[in-house]
């Protein structure tokens, strides 16, 4: 079992709905979460990043890690043709990075209908 | 503030053949990491560098190396190239580690093994 896991997609929402992206993640050892959006031949930019449980707000995303059952969630209001892309979740260790770096989920391809 | 930089975007190399990659950070970052990314099995690390040396390394053959010189920016090299190295390599650095230095990615040189 990969270590965090990502429904790959494609998710196609209409414009203006809110977007709801997921991932789980197997080892609890686990404690800083990311998520990072990557465009087409574009490298991963990060989002935003959480080393809590809660809900962490930026503008019009919204992270929220759930440790008691290894679930971390993006929600994005009022979506637009421009949020299409892939987001990617993350995690690492608390503490020095660990020997396998950041995990990267595979994914998942989101298209916001205009 | 000059983001992540990756020369070259694109490179087609044979079978066999080596390459070398180069990476220039974020000013003031120490820390740089690589990547591989691929359809298949997504973002896997390669290694991190941190102050020229190697911190962490993942799970890769011996034919994939890199190094970071003292301004910070960084190279990795692939020897004895084989058609599954295709693939898009990025960089990413940070500060530090930890939660309060999250990684900052280039967009990439995709290498592709004919």
């Known amino acids: 079992q990969k270590e965090v896991e990502q429904d790959p997609g494609p998710l196609s929402v209409p414009e203006g709905a809110i977007v709801s992206l997921n991932c789980t993640y197997s080892?609890?050892?686990?404690?800083?979460f990311m998520w990072y959006r990557q465009y087409s031949r574009k490298g991963p930019e990060l989002l935003m990043y959480t080393y809590s449980s809660g809900n962490k707000e930026d503008g019009r995303f919204t992270a929220q890690v759930d440790k008691s059952s290894k679930y971390i969630s993006l929600f994005i209001r009022d979506s637009q043709p421009s949020d299409s892309a892939t987001y990617l979740c993350a995690k690492d260790a608390l503490e020095g990075g660990g020997a396998d770096g950041l995990t990267f989920g595979k994914g998942t391809h989101l298209i916001i209908q205009p | 503030k000059a983001g992540v930089t990756q020369t070259p975007r694109y490179l087609i190399k044979t079978r066999g053949q080596q390459v070398t990659l180069s990476c220039s950070p974020i000013s003031g970052h120490r820390s740089v990491s690589w990547y591989q990314q691929t359809p298949g099995q997504g973002l896997q690390f390669l290694f991190e560098y941190f102050s020229e040396t190697q911190r962490n390394k993942g799970n890769f053959p011996g034919r994939f190396s890199g190094r970071q010189f003292s301004n910070s920016r960084s190279e990795m090299n692939v020897s004895t190239l084989e058609l599954g190295d295709s693939a898009l390599y990025l960089c990413a650095s940070s500060w530090g580690q930890g939660a309060d230095s999250p990684l900052h990615f280039g967009n990439g040189t995709r290498l592709t093994v004919t």
């Open positions: 080892n609890s050892a686990f404690q800083y």
